[in-house]
């Protein structure tokens, strides 16, 4: 059975030649292939045999349809959410079996919503107005819609008429009502809610052969371009491909950018989706995957739930199609043999085929620098890295735009990696994502006060205020900007700057990862150069995963009483375990982390002191996790904060034994400190190296001697 | 080369049918096979190529024998570790290849120790009298020379008769000497250091052919009987094969016992050794493993290190001699694979050619109850478990006899594992092993101020003391005894009693592993009756490893200012968050840990307090983790406390799905209770449960109707 249906698009070519169903992820022609794949390519395998297992275990339950009544992970929300992950599991069942009761499951659903669907009011829990309708949020009915349209897509040919009809009308059509035009709003965003929106209403559109649809879809309800999902492309993404949310939500949007892509090319080849901008979208799925350390977790900048890694499903979406469509090169089946699933699909055949050919090279992680911003100049991520995939240290600056609701006030905050874990961490959101009790599963009211706090960050405080004093409407206007990046074979740095955050002070942060004659790994060295005509309070936290077994000065512990640290800005939910002063030596803290010795040493004088804290003041629901810092604090118009964070030793709590419990580089020393440049001099296993930034020399930036 | 040598000892056999070398781990007829066996057995020829890897990296470097200086983890500790590692690898590798390099290795350093031994002076960081010499601790002193005899009868046929002689006389007669003269308070004590000191000095009497050093470890210096290692047989374990000081210890207790006892096999097989007192070395290494979690790791009772698990090597010891001389059986081959190494050795090969012969059997965890005590009459520890090994519920119940010096004070302490992690959990020791930052690697002060005391486990504390007023001497006197043990196939029950603890107060609790029907798993029932005539303040700490998600009921949080809970006892180093009162209807604590949720569900009254509590006050120097409890608390002459902890759904970060949220236990009523029995009823699943305990029956002590 066919359907032929003659569309003309905004004066492009018409959508006869895919009319056929299925056309999204899976094709008539691929089907046959998967068939055939199945025998020969063990990952296609397996990956079906989850998918037939999800098929098989939703026809052992009578089809249930709730009235839409529970917040994120209460039963209503889950039940919905199984219902759309069972539709395009049996769905893709039935392409590959042929088995006509998987084709009655999607059939029997789907005539089951349109019969429901109208009738429900708004949520009752909804978070926005007018908001969801069968989940809490928007966004989620929108998630729901690009599944299901993907399992309808599936059994369209199996439907009668009336029952196709029936569907489209009742169910599809409103939906499309939904998103457009009650929630038109955030169908009109340039973020990603509006993308799974307008990827729901354009495949939608494809698969009913409703060209207006489609054309909502790519250029917003008012069909002049301004918004809609080539202006999405557009704005969200850097040249470089980087999302202006951060990993976290690059990770979140990359599957319907990606799939509505798909379906855009097999509908519209003539748009030449792939190559839009540049190919924006390739260069998104690797920027994707550029942005995780070894331990396969996203760096979690901004709001990010901290165990996402590109496991997740968005990324076996992304790197299928990458691999398949984008000819993204062999080093792309080494994340998905790491996945240990493909996508039931044209593409994950196509990935399942060349893993099975033992195509796989290994991922190449890349030092870079990716520009944030539409145009590329709104500030970046400066990446920093050294050693191979197994044991490799890695530096993340971010000097990114704001990144809109999301965005944490965290402009030049450092993160450390090292042996396949967080050494200098970033708290990430304060959430328990899908857990009902934790205020429905949102984020709670702790993630404005502390996750988005800039002392919750490895970033310089002022005057114990956030950056910005928190307006995210005024952060917005600026970005920080890269001074230099660089990534040789000895030496790695970028430098950025930030002249906005707050008023008559001047951010120069330079960060490099250096590896000494003799050392087994990598150095951070870090220069934060703080510059004001007045006088201000500097706080430059270093908050640390692992256990403090040293510390090289003398120090008072509040050992009897805690106190919070402030009343506002984030400082309130610090407990102030203990202060010390260094004076005019080095200071040195040293902490254990997965069995591995890290050091800071930093430079000292009179007026500095150490802070030792813990997050977790003002918390009456027990939201925040203990997580602890050493914070470096001086008053100050100008001020230096020169550290060196150190790998060293390690300690094998089975076998027992340790080596290398003091760190080897020490006496940092500032030779001279200038608008202009910084010199010290630091001494690793006796040896004295001399650093030298020149912050206006693009030539010779920095040198180490 | 062979030394005939005619002994006569104790009226017993002569020491002639093996005075050849190897004779200890090694033999000549086992390393002809081992030869052989290494092309054909992998994990023997992994073992070995790490032997070997060892031995090869010993004969890089010089060799460093320094003047002893500094405590565990320090450079001098650490090299003359390294050096009777080197030693046994170079003696083992000379074994197996033949290469005279390694003999000569082993030589030079065992001459080099032979010039330098004698003129040390005890050790200068010593932390006993007389102390170590090589080491801090004699202890060390006593594993290197386990270590090291062995190295030496390896090279023994390799040297000529001055080295030996040399060797011999500078070094072994002298470490002798040290140990049962100088040491000899250390040496006749009935504890793990004296099998330490025994099995050296016997083993070198084996191997340098000194009959009178071989009587002194297996009679003490006295040759009395009193003392020395058949004493240490008779009193160290219980007829079970439980080492009194607890899993941890004897882990480290069982590679001497073992070794020394295949010593003593080899040399004196008419002694029988293996089947002395009923085989106790036998159930020893079985008992061992079952005093482990699917996670691997031993129960962390009294002073232990938390991520010691049986792949340690003292357990590789332990499984390939129980499997090759006690026919241990081939579920201990499932054991040896996960360790994925043998010991290259005689008994190890027979475990490398079984492995590969493909005869492994899945290790059975036994639900059991194991006695402590010589006589099997001090109490013990009860083991409930439900489930597979890769799914296992378990529940332990610390009912054992003090442990000696390492001992803590927590009789009727419960643990509780799911989902292959802890869920209510054992603080273990506050020490830093290996780590000299950390009070040179020992146990921190804090580990008797916090590890040690009552309140940091999880039972029940009474007027805010230490059990036995946290006096060893009075606790050693008495031991809880057991009234119940059973394990069903749905009902599994361990019962208590410690009527001495606290004066005037009996303790007896019950712990129930319970599966209801259609439940996904088994609930722990938890019912811990207190008796006394007076009135008392009892509290009951439930330490959880986790995130809480949800309270039941109202409380009062601690938000700007936290101050310790008490000023002695353990109350000195925990903070208090938060403190609520359930009133009459049930309380109910539930938190997330390892993706999976636990809900701990409590009668409760109106004179019932909740406190929400965090381990760290009083910690100046960073001793201590952040571990954090809910504490029942109420004053009462008599009271029980009722309590169920349930497993409950689990959430899916990744794919973002979360399921069961909320327990399905709830209701508790308490029906009857008196001296004799307790009967409550629960709810699960809307169905009505009533459990009735008789504390005096033997044959109908509990039902679940």
Request: with cysteine.
């Amino acid at each position: 059975m066919k359907k032929i249906v003659f569309l003309i698009m905004g004066g492009l070519c018409s959508v006869i030649a895919f009319a056929q169903h299925p056309s999204l992820m899976l094709t008539r022609k691929g089907v046959s292939e998967i068939r055939a794949g199945i025998d020969k390519y063990p990952l296609l395998a397996s990956s079906f045999r989850e998918v037939k297992a999800d098929a098989d275990k939703a026809l052992l339950n009578p089809i249930v349809v709730p009235v839409p009544a529970d917040g994120g992970g209460g039963v209503t929300h889950e039940q919905h959410k199984k219902n759309y992950q069972y539709v395009l599991a049996c769905g893709t069942a039935y392409q590959i079996t042929g088995e006509k009761k998987y084709a009655d499951y999607v059939k029997d659903m789907l005539l089951k919503y349109a019969a429901e669907y109208k009738r429900w009011p708004r949520h009752p829990k909804r978070r926005q107005e007018p908001g969801g309708k069968i989940f809490w949020q928007n966004l989620n009915d929108a998630v729901w819609g690009v599944y299901m349209i993907q399992g309808y897509d599936c059994v369209y040919d199996a439907l009668s008429a009336a029952d196709r009809n029936k569907i489209e009308t009742d169910l599809f059509a409103e939906m499309v009502n939904e998103m457009s035009v009650v929630n038109s709003k955030v169908f009109n965003l340039i973020h990603n809610h509006a993308t799974w929106n307008v990827a729901a209403v354009g495949m939608a559109g494809y698969v009913c052969g409703r060209k207006e649809w489609v054309d909502l879809a790519l250029r917003g309800t008012a069909k002049d371009g301004k918004t809609g999902f080539l202006a999405q492309l557009d704005q969200l993404f850097s040249p470089d491909g980087y999302y202006t949310e951060g990993p976290y939500y690059q990770r979140y949007a990359i599957l319907p950018f990606m799939v509505f892509a798909k379906a855009i090319r097999q509908y519209q080849p003539e748009l030449n989706i792939y190559d839009y901008r540049n190919g924006v979208l390739k260069k998104a799925v690797n920027t994707s995957l550029q942005c995780t350390y070894t331990n396969k977790a996203f760096f979690p900048l901004n709001d990010a739930m901290k165990d996402k890694t590109y496991e997740s499903e968005e990324l076996v979406y992304a790197v299928d199609i990458a691999y398949s469509d984008f000819g993204s090169g062999n080093e792309l089946l080494d994340i998905a043999r790491q996945q240990n699933r493909v996508i039931v699909s044209d593409a994950g055949l196509k990935v399942a085929k060349a893993v099975a050919a033992d195509l796989a090279t290994p991922f190449v992680y890349t030092p870079m620098w990716i520009s944030d911003g539409s145009n590329g100049k709104e500030g970046g991520i400066g990446i920093l890295r050294s050693g191979s995939n197994k044991d490799q240290t890695c530096v993340v600056m971010k000097a990114a735009s704001q990144g809109m609701g999301h965005g944490h006030f965290d402009r030049l905050n450092v993160l450390f990696y090292d042996n396949n874990t967080e050494v200098l961490n970033d708290y990430g959101a304060v959430r328990f994502l899908n857990v009902e009790t934790k205020n429905g599963g949102g984020y709670t009211k702790e993630n404005d006060a502390w996750g988005k706090a800039t002392v919750a960050h490895n970033t310089l405080v002022v005057d114990r205020q956030n950056q910005f004093g928190g307006k995210m409407d005024e952060a917005s206007k600026f970005s920080p900007q890269l001074v230099y990046f660089n990534a040789g074979k000895t030496l790695q740095v970028v430098s950025a700057v930030e002249e906005h955050a707050y008023k008559g002070v001047k951010l120069l942060r330079t960060a490099v990862l250096f590896k000494p004659d003799g050392a087994a790994g990598a150095l951070l060295l870090d220069i934060f150069k703080a510059t004001s005509s007045d006088k201000h309070r500097y706080d430059l936290p270093f908050w640390y995963t692992g256990h403090i077994t040293n510390i090289n000065f003398a120090y008072r512990a509040n050992a009897t009483q805690l106190l919070p640290l402030g009343d506002k800005d984030g400082y309130q939910h610090i407990w102030l375990n203990a202060e010390g002063k260094p004076g005019i030596a080095n200071g040195a803290v040293t902490f254990l982390n997965n069995n591995k010795f890290y050091t800071t040493t930093f430079l000292s004088d009179t007026s500095l002191k150490v802070n030792f804290i813990t997050c977790g003041a003002n918390d009456p629901e027990f939201n925040l996790r203990s997580e602890k810092a050493y914070m470096l604090s001086a008053e100050a118009t100008d001020r230096s904060f020169v550290s060196i964070t150190e790998p060293h030793g390690k300690t094998n709590p089975v076998a027992e034994f340790t080596t290398g419990f003091m760190p080897a580089a020490r006496n940092i020393r500032m030779l001279t400190d200038t608008p202009d440049s910084t010199v010290f001099s630091f001494e690793y296993n006796k040896r004295l190296y001399t650093v030298t930034i020149r912050y206006n020399s693009k030539d010779e930036f920095i040198t180490i001697k």
